[in-house]
């Protein structure tokens, strides 16, 4: 059960207690519309944090302090829920009882996590130069690697033609050119902007009573000059138009990702529904996509799809022969009519319930699992419990899927291909 406490106006805490786990968890997360010119200013200041404060000013001071803490973690968060980007902070960390007699864990970490968000190393106006510098090249480094993946590149480029009019296609760690324009002023700048204006979610897992966290985190929130600003809530798809692209690349093997619409999302009662036809359909080794397009016709190398409940868009994406595309394409849409049309066996409905529950019965299985679950359902709106979540996937009947595969709508392709090719 989750215990949801406003701590301050804009700031709100969500506890799960659990005496099960060795170790407990807490992340704090400050929400940002998702905006274009600012993605990348949010996925770098979390970085910047970590690298060191005024009391311990590099990284080797905040690893000693985190083996003292019994080998506590601090981690940075970036990710995109929706219509907004969390960035923030994920710390890990003993349970107090399992801490030697008279030690304690949980108030030291909330010390600490006072300690980094406050107390930042500075130089002059700004966050210390050479960390805001460091941290450009590894953000660009790290947006620079998914071009390399060039099936994570193709869906990434979809998702811009497809959501141009929406911040969807807005990718999560900005673009190389936006990192490249931060500097350690600007960035100060911003992060104080953040900190000013801000929705707050913060979420612990762990044993520890939650009026105490709740207590402690006031304290900290209470140190800042606040002015919160309500975010716009979630809002389904934005049109922008569709189409069909085609780049020309030095590659072996050509990739396609298609991007379908539907007005089923997290808060429609037909979201389960939904989640079983898109397992259904292409979400796994019993999928219709892998075992028809893949293994039964040879058309691709590797074929799957995913569904994003927040906006309602389903993807497929797919490593295939360059001159097989227009094959691959007819086929992955004759499968999703086989779905429109009711066409789903026994043994597909029931393999794809089964691996939506046992990812559901995983959640409870650590403090970073329900976490992740959590504070993602708390920000994108999802009005399922876990629980409740299990009982509606348990539910679905084929009559369900098929009708839910009957509001999928083909929006944009984008098609990566060998200069040759």
């Known amino acids: ?96 009882k399992y801490a030697l007699p008279g030690d304690q864990v949980l108030e030291p970490m909330l010390g600490f996590l006072e300690e980094l968000l406050l107390e930042p190393l500075t130089e002059g106006k700004g966050f210390s130069r050479d960390f ?8 660009i480094a790290t947006i620079e690697a998914e071009r390399n993946d060039k099936r994570a590149y193709t869906a990434a480029q979809m998702l811009k033609k497809m959501c141009s009019a929406d911040t969807f296609g807005i990718p999560r760690l900005g673009e190389v050119e936006q990192v490249e324009a931060v500097d350690s002023v600007s960035a100060w700048q911003h992060y104080r902007r953040i900190l000013r204006e801000s929705p707050v979610e913060v979420f612990y897992a762990g044993s520890g009573a939650p009026e105490i966290v709740a207590e402690k985190l006031r304290g900290i929130f209470r140190k800042i000059e606040r002015e919160p600003v309500a975010l716009p809530e979630q809002s389904p798809f934005r049109d922008g138009g569709g189409g069909s692209y085609t780049e020309e690349m030095e590659i072996s093997q050509a990739k396609l990702s298609m ?55 389903l993807t497929v994406s797919a490593g295939i022969d360059a001159e097989q595309e227009p094959v691959a394409v007819a086929e992955i849409m004759r499968q999703l009519d086989a779905c429109r049309a009711g066409e789903i066996t ?49 539910g679905v009947t084929t009559e369900q899927v098929a009708a839910a595969a009957k509001t999928i709508t083909l929006h944009t392709t984008y098609f990566l291909k060998g200069v040759d090719a």
């Open 346 to 394: 026994h043994e597909e409905l029931t393999a794809a319930k089964e691996a939506i529950l046992s990812g559901l019965r995983g959640v409870h299985d650590s403090p970073g699992s329900i976490e992740g679950y959590e504070t993602t359902a708390a920000i994108s709106g999802l009005p399922l419990t876990v629980e409740a979540y299990y009982r509606a996937v348990e």
């Open 132 to 139: 805001v510098e460091s941290e450009k090249r590894n953000l």
């Open 1 to 96: 059960m989750i215990q949801t406490i406003e701590l301050l106006p804009g700031v709100t805490l969500r506890c799960f207690s659990a005496e099960r786990f060795k170790q407990g968890c807490l992340s704090l997360q400050f929400l940002r519309p998702m905006n274009r010119e600012e993605a990348a200013q949010n996925a770098i200041i979390p970085a910047v944090l970590l690298r060191g404060t005024k009391k311990r000013p590099d990284l080797r001071a905040i690893t000693l302090h985190l083996d003292d803490l019994y080998g506590a973690s601090v981690g940075a968060l970036v990710r995109r829920i929706g219509d907004y980007q969390t960035v923030g902070l994920y710390c890990g960390f003993i349970e107090d």
């Open 259 to 313: 991007g379908f619409v539907t007005p089923i999302t997290n808060t429609d009662e037909r979201f389960a529904a939904m989640q079983v036809l898109n397992t259904v359909f292409g979400a796994g080794m019993t999928s219709k996509l892998f075992m028809n397009v893949r293994e039964k016709m040879g058309l691709c190398y590797s074929i799957g799809s995913g569904y994003y409940g927040s906006k309602g868009i």
